[in-house]
């Protein structure tokens, strides 16, 4: 089975996102902000990481910054999951080293395009 | 609805555009035509139905036909059919048109647009293989308001999220606002037109590659089997027909073939005289 790490600072997205990856066979652990993610990460490396990108503490992209330097940090898949929705933020982000990009609102279909698309299912 | 004004409409239908409707669809009629009556200034169905009879009304005719078509469409849609395209038909075609350098590639039922243009971003994505190569996309479809869409090549960010990789976003589309319009360089590359598959369409000339998805699936078998039929009149021995995951012209029409291994994948059957000729000299080994 394989890992997802959802990373975002609303509990309700959380749930949402978890439901949809639980049914898609995914292994779920949470984190509400870009640190909390950065010490999972730590702990144990995720195969994917679900990014949200306005979070207090330390946002996606310094998160997603961070997370490539770590030891292990280059293996996860990571799918950016936000509002921000226009062509800087997604260029930026991919620049960054994302992997797909989704712009909220999202539902069961867009996810699963996106992880396919990314080859994670 | 009653019965007489259900069987109106099923028989409309079926003459009009090819669908079948069953009996447990007659809540979806409602829930689609209600709209068009209202739209055109009718109280309910049966007023609908008795100013579809009357000289004239064929803008209200089409307009019911349209409203029962289901457009749903998505980039890349089942993705292995274009994958076929980039790894099988698209060198094979190159290689057996290398005399003529043209390509010719029919969507038959396009819709909203999305399959002709995943098919014309592969053949950016193989640009270099294609110089000198004049490659036609042609999108056709019954409906002129999918036809219309197509055309402006505007999306939600809702369909630019399902099969289409965010690179391809990136580089491929505009963005306005909330929508996203792909680029005028491959817009260019697919042209439009209105087309009923049960009309002839002899007239639109050769295909080297048709993609007939997800359309058959709503015509009854003498539908499916007249359209295929005509369909391998327009494509040469080596062509290739791509149909939708849930279709199949086996137990249908000899016209075609599975390609072995190569799921959704049909190539016409031997031409004609040929088959003529094994039919022959089987019935003289037997004679
Ligand atoms: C579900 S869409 C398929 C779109 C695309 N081929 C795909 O697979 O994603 C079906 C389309 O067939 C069109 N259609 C239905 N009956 C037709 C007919 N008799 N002739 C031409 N197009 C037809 C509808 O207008 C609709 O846009």
Not at chain 1, 31 to 44: F, H, N, Q, T, W
Not at chain 2, 6 to 19: I, P
Not at chain 2, 207 to 219: E, G, M, Q
Request: hydrophobic share 45%.
């Amino acid at each position: 089975m394989k890992h997802c790490l959802v990373v975002d600072d609303s509990s309700v997205i959380r749930k949402v996102a978890r439901r949809i990856l639980e049914d898609l066979s995914f292994e779920i652990s949470e984190a509400e902000d870009g640190l909390k993610a950065l010490e999972a990460c730590r702990k144990r490396m995720p195969d994917a990481i679900l990014l949200d990108w306005n979070m207090p503490e330390m946002d996606g992209l310094e998160f997603l910054l961070a997370l490539r330097k770590e030891y292990g940090g280059e293996k996860p898949v990571v799918v950016f999951c936000t509002t921000e929705n226009d062509v800087a933020h997604i260029t930026r982000a991919m620049r960054a080293g994302a992997n797909e990009y989704i712009m909220k609102p999202f539902d069961k279909d867009i996810v699963e395009a996106k992880f396919h698309e990314a080859g994670l299912l | 609805m009653i019965a007489s004004q259900f069987e109106y409409l099923k028989q409309f239908l079926k003459a009009k555009s090819g669908l079948v409707l069953t009996n447990e669809k007659q809540y979806l009629v409602e829930s689609r035509l209600l709209p068009v009556a209202r739209r055109h200034g009718h109280a309910g169905l049966a007023e609908l139905i008795q100013a579809m009879q009357k000289p004239g009304a064929m803008q209200l005719c089409s307009d019911v036909v349209e409203a029962m078509t289901t457009n749903e469409s998505f980039f890349f849609r089942d993705s292995t059919p274009f994958q076929h395209f980039r790894e099988v038909m698209l060198p094979a075609m190159l290689k057996a048109r290398a005399d003529r350098r043209a390509i010719r590639i029919w969507c038959a039922a396009a819709s909203t647009g999305q399959e002709p243009y995943s098919l014309a971003i592969c053949l950016k994505e193989a640009a270099a293989k294609l110089a000198g190569y004049r490659v036609e996309i042609i999108g056709t479809d019954l409906s002129n308001e999918v036809l219309e869409k197509a055309r402006n090549g505007i999306y939600s960010q809702f369909e630019v999220q399902r099969g289409l990789p965010i690179q391809m976003l990136l580089k491929y589309f505009t963005q306005k606002g909330d929508l996203w319009q792909i680029n005028p360089e491959l817009r260019s590359m697919v042209q439009w037109r209105k087309l009923n598959l049960l009309e002839s369409f002899s007239t639109l000339g050769s295909f080297d590659i048709v993609y007939c998805r997800n359309v058959l699936i709503y015509f009854d078998q003498p539908t499916k089997v007249d359209v295929l039929q005509r369909i391998a009149k327009q494509m040469p021995a080596d062509g290739y027909l791509v149909l939708g995951a849930a279709e199949t012209v086996v137990g249908l029409t000899d016209a075609f073939r599975p390609v072995p291994e190569l799921r959704g994948l049909y190539q016409p059957a031997q031409a004609a005289g040929t088959q003529g000729l094994v039919a022959r000299s089987r019935f003289q080994v037997a004679g």
